[in-house]
């Protein structure tokens, strides 16, 4: 029942900074059978490393007997523009030249990417959405989808975001791009230029993802004895290597760079206004150790969106939690589902 299709846009698509592409490709992925009311969509927004495939990074949300259950639910996922899971990025070929785009590759903002997630919408002849949820990155383009169509989405679920990057988040994605830069492969055009500094990058990235108490529980050392070649350090550079074997740095940058365009309230008369205009019931979560994107962002968010629930999810993994507490999750949005009086199973 998981299905992968590929969206071709083949007319110029305008970017937020005046250039713009000449059409894209978006890969997406599709679970479930759409309904005859058309009422059972529910769309993943992803993170920023991760792909098309929900069931395969959240796999506690959906499946059989899950909260999202292929039999109720259609639910769609698309990798987001800029990325490498088969959605046009920096490795793509440019029409123009018949070349990939390498460093040519325009910068991209969170806008760009949801208008591009919008024409696929269009697309499939989607009017109505039942709910839209994501975390991290992907929380973001929730929000500035749900403020471009407000009368699009019915729910959304908003994990582990915020209205505008912060920032200290600011200050970790510039760590990181430093590091990818610094290896002196970055300038080349070639498919893996800059790989060993987006390895160092993805080290950078691991602590503000995690929690000193995750180090602690799965990191430290048995053996007192122990003077070098720590667990923690060759954990670093396990998880460095394991993200160059799927991700480039080119995409690593590009989308780096969107997140921290990131704000709701640019160009649209400041933030508290597009929060307080928002539609669709909404639902934000917090992960209490989250270091990266920390509960006061969402509380804000939620202080600020009309009728909106809040819910805070005990964790030790920090930023991280949101994928992995699958069960305190799914405990959050049925409740949520249930308080506003909808029926989760679309029957």
Not at 77 to 102: D, Q, R
Not at 275 to 299: C, M, W
Request: a neutral charge; proline letters at 3%; hydrophobic letters at 40%.
């Amino acid at each position: 029942m998981l299905k992968h299709h590929l969206f071709e846009y083949k007319e110029s698509f305008k970017l937020e900074s005046g250039s713009s592409l000449p059409g894209f490709n978006l890969a997406y992925t599709t679970y479930g059978t759409l309904n005859q009311r058309r009422d059972n969509i529910i769309w993943v927004c992803h993170a920023l490393t991760a792909n098309s495939d929900f069931t395969e990074w959240w796999p506690g949300l959906f499946g059989k007997g899950k909260l999202y259950d292929p039999e109720k639910y259609f639910v769609i996922c698309a990798n987001m523009l800029g990325g490498c899971y088969g959605s046009t990025g920096s490795l793509s070929t440019n029409p123009k030249t018949g070349l990939p785009f390498y460093h040519d590759f325009p910068d991209l903002t969170n806008r760009d990417i949801v208008n591009a997630f919008d024409l696929l919408r269009q697309d499939l002849d989607i009017e109505k959405v039942h709910t839209i949820i994501g975390g991290s990155l992907g929380g973001q383009h929730v929000l500035e989808w749900v403020i471009k169509n407000p009368d699009v989405f019915n729910n959304m679920v908003v994990i582990a975001s915020n209205a505008k990057h912060s920032p200290w988040g600011i200050a970790f994605n510039e760590s990181q791009r430093q590091a990818i830069a610094m290896d002196l492969t970055w300038k080349l055009s070639t498919e893996k230029a800059g790989m060993n500094g987006m390895k160092v990058a993805r080290s950078i990235a691991l602590l503000s993802y995690r929690h000193y108490a995750t180090y602690l529980a799965t990191q430290e050392e048995d053996d007192d004895d122990v003077k070098d070649n720590f667990k923690a350090s060759s954990y670093q550079v396990y998880q460095g290597n394991k993200l160059a074997k799927r991700f480039n740095a080119f995409s690593y940058w590009t989308l780096s760079k969107a997140m921290d365009s990131h704000n709701v309230g640019r160009g649209r008369g400041g933030i508290l206004r597009v929060l307080q205009g928002i539609k669709a019931r909404s639902l934000f979560i917090s992960i209490a150790t989250d270091q990266l994107f920390p509960v006061n962002e969402q509380k804000f968010l939620a202080d600020h969106v009309v009728d909106a629930t809040f819910e805070i999810i005990d964790s030790s993994y920090g930023h991280d939690g949101f994928l992995i507490e699958a069960r305190q999750l799914t405990s959050a949005v049925a409740n949520f589902y249930k308080e506003n009086k909808l029926n989760p199973e679309i029957v």
